[in-house]
C-alpha cells in the first residue's frame, strides 16, 4: 500500500470531504472556502489540519498561487452547485461568482496534474443547458489527460435518511497509471443498507402517510419550506410533516442526516448551521468513493 495519501479541499463548506476522507487515513494540505461563517465551522473542526497555516486556508481561491499549493494526491472540490441546481436560476458557466469556479480547477489539475480528482455537483450539471455544461467539462478533464467516470448516488443509498442525490465525477491522471490500466473504468462503492430512518432522528415519529417505495425507506412524506418559505418550496430542506405535523429539523439531527458525527461543533447560528448543512456534501458517500480511489491509487498507480 502506499503512503497516506494528501488532498486538498476546494470550496470546502463545512468540511464533509475533509471529515470523510480523513477518517479512511488520507491528510488534507490544503483548503479554500470563501464564506465566512464557512470558515468558522470549518475552523472549529479541524484545527490539526493545514487551517493552522493562513497560507494553506485560502478564502478566495483566484488569489491562490497554484504553483504554492503543497504537493497532493487528490483534488477533491464540492464546487458550487447554485449555477447549475434546479432549484437556482442554473446561469452554469454564465455565473461570473461561482459557474466559473470550475476553471480554478481546472487550471490546478494543469499546473499540479495530482493521481486523482473527486468532484460533486448538483445531478442536473450532468442536464444542463442540453448537457452542453457537462461536455464543456468531460472536455476539458479529458485534455488534461484524466480518465473521467460519474455516477448519479442518492444519500439514502448510503446508510443516510435523505434522497439528496448528487452527480460524482472521478478521474485518474493516465500518465500516473500503470500501462495496462490507463483506460480502466472507476468502479463506484455498492450500496449500503439504510439503518436509520427519520423516525429514528426524530425519536420515535411514525409517518401514516408515506406515498412511495422512496418514502417508506427513509422514513418521512413531504419535504416543507424552512422560516418563511412556502410549503413548497424546493430549495428549502428543514421541515418534515411527520404524523401530519410539521416538525422542523434542528442543526443536531441535520448533523445525523448528513452523516457528521453528533460531536461536530457548529459555532454559528441554527439558520446558519441549516444553511451549511444544505450546502454541504453526504459523508458517508464521500467516504465509500473515497475507499474506491484509495483502492485505485494504491492498485494501479506508478
Known sequence: MNKKLKFIDLFAGIGGFHLALKSIGMKCVFTSEIDENARKTYSANFKDSCINNPEFF?????????????????????????????????????????????????????????????????????????????????????????????????????GLPQHRPRIYIVGFHKPKLKNMYKELAFTFPREIPLKKTMSDIFGGFVSKEINSKEERKIGFTLRVGGGRSPINDRRNWDGYIVKNKVVRIKPTQGLQMMGFPKNFKMPVSDNQAMKQLGNSVAVNVVKEIGKEIQYHIDNYSK
Not at 499546473?111 to 468531460?138: M, Q, S
Not at 476539458?140 to 443509498?157: C, G, M, P, R
Open 58 to 158: 485560502a478564502d478566495d481561491i483566484w488569489k491562490v498561487n497554484f504553483k504554492k499549493i503543497p504537493k497532493f494526491d487528490i483534488l477533491c472540490a464540492g464546487f458550487p452547485c447554485q449555477p447549475f441546481s434546479q432549484a437556482g436560476h442554473k446561469r452554469g458557466f454564465k455565473d461570473n461568482k461561482d459557474g466559473n469556479l470550475f476553471f480554478s480547477i481546472e487550471e490546478i489539475l494543469r499546473i499540479k496534474k495530482p493521481k486523482a480528482f473527486f468532484l460533486e455537483n448538483v445531478r442536473h450539471l450532468k442536464n444542463h443547458d442540453k448537457g452542453r455544461t457537462f461536455k464543456k467539462i468531460y472536455k476539458t478533464l479529458q485534455n488534461l489527460n484524466y480518465t473521467f467516470d460519474f455516477e448519479v448516488i442518492k444519500a439514502s443509498d448510503f
